[in-house]
């Protein structure tokens, strides 16, 4: 099979978004609102970063885009605490065309989230051109495709991971894209759509010849959607491939720093994407970091844990209403207060309670329960 990517024929629909104040980063003024102080504990990483990675600093430790968890208000909290790279929800092209208000509103950054990528997803290569404008617009350091994703109303219209059934399909889009961008063109992917099917070390230089700029990989197949375990050695091999230059992010099942520390002697890659394992824990982040300089690990105290959700929640409202942000904070209680002796009855008043009042009452009593 040929797998050079088609030469992209044509040029760049044209497309003017009627919105483009929504699509804009946020003033000052917003962020502020947004991003109280930084604890004396969380760090910032020193990385300088260029557009959109410098292997140099390797590896990169990135938050790995998560639909509905990686919003704003959750990726200003993983940038204070030290993640290097952060990239948004995926989000539809074909919403991006309509004008959707939530989608929009998915791309909003903060300036201080920089380098920053808008991640979008779609099968149809008009859909996802035409949305290229509006994604400009909202001038994120570097647009990612989304060639990954298992679920079914994604995958089974042939986005996301869907693709890798037909790959050259993939690479001329691909090759499309970056034809078309004027901003670097990034792939996030899986290891490929089976074990029967071409593996990513069979594609990997072709679709580093399309011209995107780096490629994370999550050591998955399609069909294997979550179970199993990342394979980690099919993401070194595309690292130690002597033709491979562009930076590769491996990306999976990574809860720990001493997991970076090893994978990156290991494999070598030159970053590494940690999307669950940031999920009520945004001091993962601060923990590689700290891993990475050589230094202890620091234990998170109860009080901590408290104020940062405390944070996240307030963030949330002030970013989204406050129905909504109470309405979707629930999903990350859990994980916040994980391994807390007897947190059930806590869990249940926080999952239950209509009001932000009430939330930050429960909130408090957590503190005053746990830390006497
Ligand atoms: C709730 C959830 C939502 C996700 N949404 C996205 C997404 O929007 N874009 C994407 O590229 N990957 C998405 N992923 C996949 C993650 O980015 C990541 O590749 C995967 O979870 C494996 O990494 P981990 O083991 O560190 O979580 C999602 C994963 C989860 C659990």
Redesign the pocket.
């Known amino acids: 099979m040929n797998l050079s990517p088609l030469a992209p024929q044509g040029r760049r629909p044209q497309f003017t978004s009627p919105a483009l104040p929504k699509a804009m980063a946020l003033s000052t003024a917003e962020i502020n609102q947004i991003s109280e102080k930084l604890s004396p504990h969380t760090v910032s990483s020193s990385h300088s970063l260029s557009l959109p990675f410098t292997p140099s600093h390797s590896p990169i430790i990135g938050l790995?885009?998560?639909?509905?968890?990686?919003d704003l208000p959750f990726r200003q909290l993983c940038k204070e605490m030290g993640a290097d790279l952060l990239?948004t929800?995926?989000i539809a092209s074909e919403a991006l065309n309509r004008d959707a208000e939530k989608s929009f509103r998915k791309m909003r950054f903060t300036e201080e989230q920089r380098p920053i990528g808008i991640?979008i997803?779609g099968a149809d290569e008009d859909e996802l051109l035409r949305c290229l404008d509006v994604v400009e617009q909202a001038q994120p350091d570097f647009i990612?495709i989304?060639w990954?994703?298992p679920v079914r109303k994604v995958a089974g219209k042939g986005a996301?991971s869907g693709i890798l059934q037909d790959i050259p399909k993939m690479l001329r889009i691909t090759a499309s894209m970056v034809k078309h961008a004027h901003l670097p063109v990034t792939v996030?992917t899986r290891l490929g759509y089976s074990n029967d099917s071409m593996m990513i070390t069979d594609f990997c230089e072709a679709l580093q010849d399309t011209g995107i700029t780096a490629l994370?990989i999550?050591g998955?197949t399609k069909t294997q959607m979550?179970s199993g375990v990342?394979d980690w050695t099919m993401i070194g091999a595309v690292k130690n491939n002597p033709r491979m230059t562009i930076p590769i992010l491996g990306?999976?099942?990574?809860?720990t720093a001493a997991q970076v520390v090893e994978y990156k002697n290991r494999y070598g890659v030159d970053g590494v994407?940690?999307?669950?394992?940031?999920?009520g824990n945004p001091w993962i982040f601060e923990q590689c970091q700290r891993a990475l300089r050589g230094e202890p690990e620091r234990e998170i105290t109860v009080q901590e844990r408290v104020d940062v959700c405390r944070r996240h929640l307030l963030a949330a409202v002030r970013f989204k209403g406050e129905r909504t942000a109470i309405f979707e904070m629930r999903k990350h209680y859990g994980a916040y207060f994980k391994g807390l002796y007897n947190f059930k009855p806590f869990r249940l008043a926080l999952v239950a309670t209509p009001s932000l009042e009430e939330t930050l009452a429960v909130l408090e009593s957590i503190s005053d329960h746990y830390t006497q």
Do not use: V, W
Request: proline letters at 3%; one cysteine or more; hydrophobic letters at 30%.
């Open positions: 790995s885009p998560m639909d509905d968890i990686t990239i929800e995926f991640q997803f990612d989304n990954g994703c996301g996030k994370s999550h998955r979550y990342a990306n999976g099942d990574i809860t994407l940690i999307g669950r394992g940031a999920i």
